[in-house]
């Protein structure tokens, strides 16, 4: 019963925590964007402040160029923009184009065993990211918020790249909400 409890505990924290984030979201005019350029996230392997930045400053560059290719991949079978693309030196003239970018706050990379073996949330793989769109001709922030995946189960205890492809997807969703796009 106690372990019921918990459950349902967490799972309308994890429900709440994404109403919260986006409670301090800019609030901007929508503009019609001509790209999407996709940067890699940044990472403080330098920040020992809290263990979540120790973890995250473990995370390896591997992982990054993995996550940025799986949000270019989702991005562009979304058809929301005309073009997705890694980050280019300059804007074309007069052609608003939008930088998702941001910064990783927490990473633990998870135990496919553990999960399959274990289950009840051990061997968990998560990924926490402080995702940032701006437009790139002014600067300015368009949507900010913490985007938080957790791969828990899943068949054979999962798998590293579902992980990062439910991530992208919550990242799509973010992006279409900010937007204004069905």
Request: with cysteine; charged share 30%.
């Amino acid at each position: 019963m106690k372990t019921n409890f918990r459950l349902v505990l967490i799972v309308l924290a994890c429900l709440a925590a994404p109403a919260l984030a986006r409670a301090d979201e800019p609030k901007t005019a929508k503009v019609a964007y001509s790209a999407l350029e996709i940067a890699r996230f940044d990472v403080n392997r330098e920040d020992y402040s809290s263990k979540e930045a120790e973890r995250a400053g473990k995370i390896s560059d591997e992982f990054l160029d993995g996550i940025q290719r799986a949000l270019l991949g989702e991005m562009t079978r979304s058809s929301l923009f005309p073009a997705v693309r890694k980050p280019a030196e300059s804007a074309e003239a007069g052609s608003p184009v939008l930088i998702l970018g941001g910064r990783i706050v927490d990473f633990k990379p998870g135990n496919r065993a553990a999960r399959y073996f274990a289950g009840f949330g051990a061997g968990q793989q998560k990924i926490e990211v402080e995702c940032v769109l701006k437009n790139k001709t002014t600067g300015e922030v368009v949507a900010k918020e913490v985007i938080t995946d957790r791969k828990v189960a899943g068949w054979a205890g999962g798998s590293e790249e579902k992980g990062v492809e439910d991530f992208a997807e919550k990242v799509l969703a973010f992006l279409k909400r900010s937007i204004g796009a069905p």
